[in-house]
């Protein structure tokens, strides 16, 4: 009996994992095909396509199963943090699903009660009223280049203002500055109406921050986080001082994102060079695997956070807290791939010392792609970093 409960916990771990490993390469591919195809059709049949939606859902159901074979829910710390993945992949189905999505273009002193919705179709009414009343560009003083765009608006006979990183609420619609028209009296917002999607999507951000520290706390310590603080802060302080031309990147999330992403990059990168070194000196292969197993921990979570910091500002500027851009894509293909090593009780390949550090060496190619690939070779909306 024993025997057979443990050949079913071989199968739904292989299911899982194996699912996992399938949508890497999907992502991956995608990002490439994308450069080819165009932006339009890789939306069409996969990242907006029903299979593709699917296959977040089987693995979903195919992790919790084992989680729950697996007795995770013994381990809080882990079990918090695989719950937060599952409450965040439920909030992006709730918002596939049910939000509502569109422009509305105005002419100064026009005013509209419709909206043409994301993707096509006839207009749709919306329950309030928007007239433009004044579009403006600011810019860098002594200089042509754009700081901000804003758009004052009247909406139900209040006057607002929306602009990049500042958006307006009206009954359940948001809006965002998006676009102008090049003679300066024009401005198309984006409009975004997601009542459950988000809140759930929140709730998994805030509890995979708490399981993130909670998990550092019991597996990494405090003396190991500490010195972690310094190169942070220091990045946070370079970073927030940046007077940058782009005007979606003049936020204080900037700092918050960039920094922690910078350092486990770092982080990452260090522990390519010593599974290098443990790999060439096998006598040091034990004695580097745990040491870069706690770094591993501390640059997973700093690069969620990144992701997810990231996904907050983006939802905040752009109306969607995801939109598979290939950075986006690329830096959860880098977390997932680096998080399978930390699954050692599942995975038995990174047991040994020698295989842990050459699939930490191997995987610095993903680095290597979120952070030049993409920028010099694939673009999309973060070809500017």
């Not at 979903?60 to 989680?67: D, E, L, P, Q």
């Not at 710390?77 to 719950?83: C, G, I, R, S, V």
């Amino acid at each position: 009996m024993k025997r057979n409960e443990q050949n079913k916990d071989w199968l739904y771990g292989r299911v899982a994992f194996g699912t996992l490993l399938f949508m890497l390469f999907i992502l991956a591919a995608t990002t490439i095909a994308e450069r080819g195809f165009g932006r339009e059709v890789v939306s069409r049949w996969v990242y907006g396509a029903w299979w593709f939606v699917g296959a977040w859902a089987f693995l979903g159901v195919a992790a919790f199963v084992y989680i729950i074979r697996r007795a995770l829910y013994r381990r809080a710390a882990a079990f918090a943090l695989h719950l937060a993945f599952a409450l965040i992949l439920l909030g992006a189905l709730i918002t596939f699903l049910s939000a509502e999505r569109g422009y509305l273009h105005l002419r100064q002193g026009e005013a509209l009660h419709t909206y043409m919705p994301d993707g096509g179709g006839a207009e749709r009414l919306l329950p309030f009223e928007a007239k433009l009343l004044l579009f403006d560009v600011t810019y860098h003083p002594g200089t042509a280049e754009p700081a901000d765009f804003t758009s004052t608006l009247r909406v139900d006979g209040d006057t607002c203002r929306v602009s990049m990183n500042v958006i307006h609420a009206r009954r359940g619609y948001r809006l965002y500055q998006f676009s102008c028209d090049p003679d300066g009296l024009g401005s198309t917002l984006f409009l975004n109406r997601d009542p459950w999607g988000i809140g759930v999507t929140y709730a998994g951000y805030l509890l995979l921050a708490l399981a993130m520290g909670w998990l550092l706390w019991s597996r990494v310590g405090w003396r190991w986080l500490s010195g972690a603080l310094v190169p942070l802060a220091g990045a946070w302080l370079y970073i927030a001082r940046l007077d940058l031309a782009t005007p979606v990147l003049r936020s204080p999330m900037l700092a918050a994102h960039v920094s922690v992403i910078a350092i486990s990059y770092a982080l990452l990168l260090f522990i390519a060079v010593t599974g290098g070194v443990a790999l060439a000196r096998r006598g040091l292969g034990e004695c580097l695997r745990r040491l870069n197993t706690r770094l591993l921990y501390m640059a997973l979570c700093l690069l969620a956070a990144g992701i997810f910091t990231g996904a907050a500002w983006a939802n905040i500027s752009w109306g969607r807290y995801w939109g598979w851009d290939a950075k986006e894509t690329w830096a959860l293909v880098t977390l997932l791939l680096y998080a399978l090593p930390l699954h050692g009780e599942s995975l038995p390949y990174f047991r040994d010392p020698a295989r842990f550090h050459l699939y930490c060496l191997l995987a610095f190619l993903a680095v290597l792609m979120t952070f030049l690939g993409v920028t010099y070779f694939l673009g999309g909306l973060h070809g500017y970093i």
